[in-house]
């Protein structure tokens, strides 16, 4: 087994006027998108809040993602009582951020949580946590008042893990750092399809590069490729995507990030002048979306890759 990295920490770091996603859970409502029989995706009604997901076996069923808050995870228990009288036994974390993993303390005490051993690790300080989600709050701060314990998972893995919910069989991978150290893949083969949290957004979505530059989450993103096959991606935030083009619409991103940026940082440019000539290529600047959501997606793209190319220029500059 692969020694799960641990996590240096968030990076402090943003660009001049950021504006990072609008989180905030108020006027969220999880929108069940059956994909197959005992297979949903639960879409965020207000892009880019969080999206979850729910697989349902012969024999227990399996949530991805907690939501923010208590009364967010209190909604996908709704949810899940209104689909299926399955009980409800397991919750995975796609990454330990708090969005993602705020309403575990609201599950039942029976319901196992799992998640990657790097994610776990993460999981130590909720009060920094707490800080660094609010700034996607957007003032309403309240949003995460009722989050006083950081429940943490019960089971942790380094590389894989199978869950068996009775004649149907989820896998969980984590292929390596990406969005942050730990991040977990949840694949429902029958469907084929992924629930990516912060990993991997359909393409044409920007990534957000918070716990290093793109070197390593380029490798993480070929051995996905080359592991399982993805028909549907079900993002941690915004819309479904088709699996391979996401996949190879992101290694192309990093790819070209790592260049330009490691092009300015050669030629000794200063970190501002590197934000304001690496360029947004054309599909995440023009994102294939209707209005008014693709207007939206594309400035939100144009500031997620200028914190990325703040976070691949320190990146790179450390390691010269």
């Known amino acids: 087994m692969r020694k799960p990295t641990l996590s240096a920490g968030e990076l402090k770091e943003r660009p001049a006027d950021y504006q990072g996603p609008n989180l905030d859970p108020e006027g969220l409502e999880l929108q069940p998108v059956e994909l197959g029989e005992g297979v ?35 909604q996908i228990q709704g949810i899940v009582a209104r689909l299926t009288d399955k009980p409800l036994r397991y919750l995975v974390n796609t990454t330990y951020h708090g969005d993602h993993t705020f309403g575990n303390y609201a599950f039942p005490d029976d319901v196992v949580i799992i998640s990657s051993a790097a994610n776990l690790a993460s999981m130590s300080d909720l009060e920094v946590e707490k800080s660094f ?12 008042a009722d989050v006083t314990e950081w429940r943490r998972p019960d089971v942790a893995f380094d590389d894989y893990c199978e869950v068996d919910l009775g004649g149907r069989v989820v896998d969980l991978y984590h292929f390596g ?45 070929k051995k996905m490729r080359d592991t399982i096959d993805v028909k549907t991606v079900v ?19 990093l790819r070209d990030l790592q260049d330009s940026v490691g092009e300015a940082v050669h030629d000794g440019r200063q970190l501002e002048d ?27 793209n144009r500031q997620m890759h200028r914190l990325n190319v703040v976070a691949t220029y320190r990146a790179l500059e450390q390691q010269r």
């Open 235 to 253: 993002a941690g935030h915004g819309p479904m995507g088709e699996g391979r083009d996401a996949i190879d619409t992101m290694i192309g991103y």
């Open 133 to 144: 989600r609010s700034a996607n709050l957007y003032g309403n701060t309240g949003a995460i």
């Open 177 to 221: 750092p990406g969005n942050g150290v730990g991040d977990v893949i949840v694949h429902e083969p029958r469907t084929s399809t992924a629930w990516t949290g912060n990993f991997l957004p359909r393409a044409g979505v920007g990534p957000m590069l918070l716990e290093g530059g793109p070197g390593r989450y380029i490798e993480s993103l």
């Open 274 to 300: 590197a934000v304001e000539s690496t360029g947004l290529p054309e599909r995440f600047a023009n994102p294939d979306l209707p209005p008014p959501a693709g207007e939206m997606l594309a400035q939100l």
């Open 40 to 74: 949903y995706a639960l879409m965020a009604n207000i892009p880019p809040k969080d999206n979850n997901g729910l697989v349902v076996g012969n024999n227990a069923a399996l949530v991805i993602d907690a939501g923010i808050n208590g009364a967010v995870s209190r």
